[in-house]
């Protein structure tokens, strides 16, 4: 499946392992954003893990393909990044493989907001997705992501619960 377009001066593309360090940049800001929205503050140290850890997922799970990224890039400038983690969850009546498409790390630099680049990054994924037999995408909306996925098709789900434990 091509993955790479560019449309108005910006290319769509699959993300490789050199793509790591702004991933998990994006991926860090991502979080600093939504918590800095909320009222809440991450501390330099977390943030700096955050970022580590991240990074060493995708050392492992891009390579092996239960993660996928893409970016869109002006030059060689990534203004917008996505991806999608390949989870295992149980059959259902509608659904009885078990791949699940986690989508998560979507982020957009802010000068270039406004532009669909995430619409065209969860386009693209869930196009993958389809190419590839998956038939459920799942995710976390921020409250500004939200109208974005909303009118791609996602809808809430209140079923959905969670805990963290410590």
């Not at 793509?19 to 994006?26: K, T, W």
């Not at 259902?92 to 791949?99: F, H, I, Q």
């Not at 995408?137 to 410590?166: D, K, N, Q, T």
């Amino acid at each position: 499946m091509k993955t790479d377009s560019k449309e108005n001066g910006f290319t769509l593309r699959e993300a490789t392992e050199r793509d790591i360090p702004q991933l998990s940049l994006h991926h860090r800001k991502m979080f600093e954003e939504i918590w800095k929205k909320k009222g809440q503050h991450i501390d330099s140290s977390p943030s700096d893990e955050m970022e580590r850890a991240y990074s060493r997922k995708l050392s492992v799970e891009l390579p092996a393909g239960s993660c996928k990224s893409w970016l869109i890039e002006e030059r060689d400038r990534v203004v917008a990044s996505g991806a999608i983690t390949i989870v295992s969850f149980v059959p259902t009546p509608n659904d009885l493989s078990s791949r699940v498409a986690y989508v998560h790390s979507m982020y957009t630099e802010p000068a270039f907001r406004g532009k669909d680049f995430a619409s065209r990054i969860v386009r693209t994924v869930l196009e993958y997705c389809k190419a590839n037999g998956i038939k459920r995408a799942l995710l976390s909306a921020s409250e500004g992501g939200r109208p974005v996925y909303e009118r791609i098709g996602f809808v809430s789900s209140p079923e959905m619960m969670r805990i963290f434990l410590e």
